[in-house]
């Protein structure tokens, strides 16, 4: 079975600031997809950024970057420029070549101090 | 606005009552997905769809649980005996095959409180 594990339950960042968000995952499969879902207090669940495992280039939104480390099965998410409205919940997902569904990290709560 | 809804929003029950969510997925979306998610945790899948064909259970979906997804639109999911450990964000997701990028996008979700 995949897991995905996300060791940092919480990280701070002076606004401004750049800060990294750690994940690995475990699986035996060659075509996977990977993303982070930002889910800030009380409000839905959204897709920051995802990433192809065949792809070998890191996937960027703006001031989101990945880097995708497939040998150390390795997805971290680097957030550039911090600002206030960054703060939320991070969760790190995975699903395999099929139509499967998300298997989630137990996310990182991401403090912004200003 | 075109993204997922689900009603209700909150729903307070007691223990041993049977409750129904609702999910209306984004409307070219054909896959549709339930997840569960507790105070601290990431979702847990639960079930998906695609169009009208429930194509996936977890082992987290006990008998108490069951999905529909009638003329492959929306969904409901239903709890039957509530118990307190189902206390719990419900959260539905869709997708769209046809976009290839296994991207979800998700609800608001629906509270439910257990008494």
């Known amino acids: 079975a995949q897991t995905v594990t996300q060791s940092q339950p919480e990280m701070s960042v002076q606004e401004a600031e750049t800060v990294t968000l750690s994940c690995t995952y475990d699986?035996?499969?060659?075509?996977?997809?990977l993303f982070w879902y930002k889910q800030p207090p009380s409000r839905q669940m959204i897709l920051v950024i995802r990433?192809?495992?065949?792809?070998?280039q890191n996937a960027t939104e703006n001031r989101f970057s990945v880097n995708f480390q497939k040998a150390a099965k390795s997805f971290s998410l680097k957030i550039s420029d911090s600002q206030l409205g960054d703060a939320a919940m991070y969760f790190c997902?995975?699903?395999?070549?099929?139509?499967?569904?998300?298997?989630f990290g137990k996310g990182t709560h991401l403090i912004i101090q200003p | 606005d075109t993204g997922v809804s689900q009603n209700p929003r909150h729903k307070i029950t007691k223990r041993g009552q049977n409750v129904t969510f609702r999910c209306d997925p984004i409307?070219?979306?054909?896959?549709l997905y339930w997840y569960r998610q507790t105070l601290g945790q990431g979702p847990e899948f639960l079930t998906y769809?695609?169009?009208?064909?429930?194509?996936?259970k977890s082992r987290l979906l006990s008998d108490r649980f069951s999905a529909e997804r009638p003329k492959g639109s929306f969904s409901t999911l239903e709890i039957q005996r509530t118990e307190q450990g189902d206390s719990a964000m419900y959260l539905c997701?869709?997708?769209?095959?046809?976009?290839?990028?296994?991207?979800?996008?998700f609800g608001p979700g629906t509270r439910l409180t257990v008494l």
């Open positions: 997701a869709s997708s769209s095959q046809l976009a290839g990028g296994r991207e979800q996008f």
């Open positions: 699986t035996s499969e060659s075509d996977y997809y």
């Open positions: 990433q192809e495992a065949y792809k070998q």
């Open positions: 997902a995975y699903t395999g070549g099929g139509a499967d569904g998300l298997t």
């Open positions: 409307s070219e979306h054909n896959r």
């Open positions: 769809f695609q169009n009208e064909a429930q194509l996936e």
